[in-house]
């Protein structure tokens, strides 16, 4: 989040939810919508696609992503491996976020566009 303002991270950070799930708890379930997007605080979470283990998340990774950007179903199902502590931000809340402060929105790009790279890299 380097690219936001101080001012844009607050207006960020108002709209979003802390939340904790629990261990073996289904943070979002492959083809079923997602309503939210989240990223992981503390935790550790395993990502499935037709219940085979893609890879897992950790802190400062992303959930639901892929979703919020191709306004789709969820691709994967996530599963905390342990407790684990997460930001949210319903999606709704956050495309109307992005369309009054087109800094945000750019800057938010940025961030997801990244995560995504990342995660392509991580499993190439």
Same mark, same amino acid.
């Given at each position: 989040? =380097? ?6 991270? !607050? =207006? ?26 989240? !990223? ?8 499935? &696609?037709?219940?085979?283990? &893609? ?19 969820? +691709?994967?199902? &996530?599963?905390?491996?342990? @407790?684990?502590?997460?930001? +949210?931000?319903? =999606? ?18 940025? &961030?997801? +566009?990244?995560? !995504?790279?990342?995660? !392509?890299? @991580?499993?190439?």
């Amino acid at each position: 989040f =380097k690219n936001f303002s101080p001012i844009e991270l !607050l =207006k960020l950070m108002r709209i979003s939810k802390w939340e904790i799930a629990e261990k073996d708890e289904i943070l979002a379930k492959e083809d079923q919508a997602l309503s939210k997007i989240m !990223l992981i605080y503390s935790g550790y979470t395993s990502v499935t &696609v037709d219940n085979k283990e &893609v890879t897992k998340l950790k802190d400062g990774d992303f959930i639901g992503e892929m979703s919020f950007i191709n306004d789709s179903q969820a +691709s994967a199902t &996530v599963t905390s491996i342990q @407790k684990t502590k997460y930001l +949210s931000w319903t =999606k709704l809340d956050l495309k109307m976020l992005m369309e009054r402060n087109p800094n945000i929105k750019f800057s938010m790009q940025n &961030v997801i +566009s990244s995560e !995504l790279s990342k995660k !392509l890299r @991580k499993n190439n």
